[in-house]
């Protein structure tokens, strides 16, 4: 923002270029920018299509192709927000240049999104993985982030080397995945050297920040934390969607009846509270008071928005073996949804384990949610219609947050005391 004398001394809004030099870790009211939410927003796009192709497949039995598409799409689409968020939260300067950069990087997205499919598809031939376009997509955002870095390193010489370690490790891993597109080698080969450039990618920070003499870079902690929220609930909008596809299958198949009610409920209802199992943890408070924490927290959450995004993919198979569309039985639709459930529930206790302390409620808690979920799927193969077993899954995160709100609560209050004592 600057003056203009022409106009009175008042002050206009511009995105002249700026001196990327770090903002206050203690910035009072750091929140999201719009740019930040239009950023996260093409996420939905990849989130959504390898949703669709991983529903498909999961309901033709096909398990190894859902697997390996699933999570190559979504743990390059989550990586590539997560050093986005990260490096916005220390050095955004809200310039044209940084504006230009994230769209370049939002194109990436999108092209990311476009080789969703031709992954799933080569992998289900099982010659070989056709990820050109996917990688392609993946290599245009990480490049629009080794340039970010780069200026900040030449602009912030108290990052410098952390920032150039961060480029560094992003153009080795980029080099390995332009090879992978060059070379386009069988099936197993691929995956053994994607497994090596993903140990690539995610040790770059972890060097970047821990292993240099420097401090680390100035990230705000409430602001991360929202940022992670805010993937968190655009991510669950797959649950949502699932819902509805499901809702629709057994409107198509049967009408309007008590189990079209009864299902949209347990839907919405177990999606609603997966959001608010998730804001349970007090993450901002938590990595304010334990910053090196972050890497084990952030890492994590790869875990947990895979798991989230795979209830919405889950919700799909369910729609379509009620549409008579699948080949699978009806405890295996239940469990595309129990599983990666049962996942997110574990994953969210044990951030809060990590971040704050053990707590043997939470503990409790979490066994009892799997229990219920693997009784859903039992039921299912006992012979209760795929409807009522879905429900049954729903009462698994509704009765954690029941629980939680009756006891819970309180627990976290003394956690987080004894955690401010013990490091003032």
């Known amino acids: 923002m600057t003056s203009d004398p022409g106009n009175g001394g008042a002050k206009v809004l511009s995105h002249r270029v700026a001196q990327m030099t770090g903002?206050?870790?203690?910035?009072?009211?750091?929140?999201?920018?719009?740019?930040?939410?239009?950023?996260?927003?093409?996420?939905?796009?990849?989130?959504?299509?390898?949703?669709?192709e991983v529903a498909h497949y999961l309901a033709d039995g096909d398990y190894k192709t859902a697997v390996i598409g699933f999570l190559f799409a979504t743990f390059a689409s989550i990586w590539a927000w997560i050093n986005f968020s990260w490096f916005a939260s220390a050095f955004d300067t809200d310039d044209w240049v940084f504006r230009v950069v994230t769209m370049v990087q939002m194109g990436g997205v999108l092209i990311l999104a476009l080789g969703i499919e031709p992954v799933f598809a080569s992998v289900a031939e099982g010659e070989h993985i056709d990820n050109r376009v996917a990688v392609l997509g993946y290599v245009v955002m990480r490049v629009a982030m080794m340039f970010q870095w780069i200026r900040a390193a030449l602009q912030s010489p108290e990052y410098r080397r952390t920032c150039l370690t961060y480029a560094l490790a992003i153009l080795v891993a980029q080099v390995g995945w332009i090879a992978i597109i060059v070379v386009n080698t069988s099936l197993i080969p691929t995956l053994v050297a994607t497994l090596g450039l993903v140990a690539v990618e995610l040790s770059g920070p972890f060097?970047?920040?821990?292993?240099?003499?420097?401090?680390?870079?100035?990230?705000?902690?409430?602001?991360?934390?929202?940022?992670?929220?805010?993937?968190?609930?655009i991510t669950l909008g797959e649950g949502i969607v699932g819902t509805v596809v499901a809702l629709q299958a057994v409107i198509h198949a049967q009408g309007w009846t008590l189990e079209t009610a009864?299902?949209?409920?347990?839907g919405t209802a177990a999606t609603f509270a997966m959001w608010w199992i998730y804001f349970v943890v007090p993450t901002g408070d938590a990595l304010e008071l334990r910053r090196a924490k972050c890497f084990g927290w952030g890492y994590a959450h790869i875990i947990v928005f895979i798991s989230i995004a795979a209830v919405g993919a889950g919700l799909h198979v369910a729609a379509l073996y009620l549409e008579h569309e699948s080949h699978i039985s009806a405890a295996a639709a239940v469990a595309c949804v129990a599983v990666p459930l049962g996942v997110y529930i574990v994953s969210i206790a044990a951030m809060y384990t990590y971040l704050v302390e053990f707590d043997v409620l939470n503990l409790a808690l979490t066994v009892v949610a799997v229990a219920i979920l693997v009784g859903s799927v039992l039921l299912a193969a006992a012979g209760l219609s795929v409807v009522y077993a879905l429900v049954v899954t729903a009462v698994a995160p509704v009765a954690v947050v029941i629980l939680d709100e009756i006891v819970g609560t309180r627990h976290r209050a003394v956690a987080l005391a004894r955690l401010e004592q013990s490091l003032s």
Request: aromatic share 10%.
């Open 207 to 233: 060097i970047a920040e821990r292993l240099n003499s420097e401090p680390d870079t100035p990230w705000h902690p409430h602001h991360i934390a929202e940022r992670y929220g805010l993937l968190a609930i």
């Open 262 to 266: 009864v299902l949209g409920l347990a």
């Open 23 to 52: 903002r206050a870790r203690d910035e009072e009211g750091r929140t999201a920018t719009s740019l930040e939410l239009f950023f996260d927003l093409t996420f939905v796009v990849a989130f959504s299509l390898a949703g669709s």
